[in-house]
């Protein structure tokens, strides 16, 4: 199952989304080279300072935060051609180091960190910059984000996003978020089974497929004394009675007696 999840994830990080065609936007920090055609005096490689400008010779400042490089292109040629220093200009901006939005990457991924934006990125970008999800990561991811001075967090189910095919769950990210892939849940097994200990707790689980990943029952053991031991609401331990239906939770432990007979 858990192969299935990494190359559908490939899959679907092969391709980009249409979002991602959008071009970026200026901030503060990102480093720009802009040459003029035919004018090599009025090179500039330089960062756009706090106020989002850049000084370009002849002309000043230019307020190019916010814009694409299109854009930031087109009003330095039209300040340069209003000031009567080049007709008709050919202006050339390239984004040397985007430094102005950047996303961290944080939890069960196997190159946690932060990430420039480059272009709009989405979740599966950002997941894919990072190595993918570690074999102990959740099968959920965890957005956070900044709105109005308030932390917002939206859970992100990755097993409907990649193998169901819900790409309204890939949301877009921007500058200052924070993706957070917890480890995974687990229960633990012991008594009379093959193979006792940690497991992974899948979605629905039930008590039969927690002792399938036990390798089953010994001999000696018996589905009559099956209990599972969880954490009640008070915060004390709680002894069930369990069947083979009952479902299994986060932290909960299956314990299989040895028959009397």
Known sequence: MKFVFYALFAMLTAFSLPVAAMDYRLGSGDIVHVTVYDHPELLLETRVDEQGKIDFPLIGGVKVAGESASTAQRLIADALEKGGFIKKPQVNLV???????????????NKPGKYPLETTS??????????GVTLEGADEVTLIRNQDGK?????????????????????QVSGGDIIFVPRAAVFYIYGEVQKPGAFRLEKNMNVMQALSLGGGITQRGTQKGIQIRRQGEDGRPVELKAGLTDPVREGDVVYVRESLF
């Open 122 to 131: 989405t979740i599966s970008d950002l997941l894919a910059q990072a190595g």
């Open 95 to 109: 984004v040397k180091a985007y430094r102005s939005k950047q996303v961290s990457v944080l939890g069960q991924v």
């Open 151 to 171: 932390s917002e967090r939206t859970r992100i189910d990755t097993k409907s996003l990649f193998q169901d095919g819900q790409f309204d769950l890939n949301h």
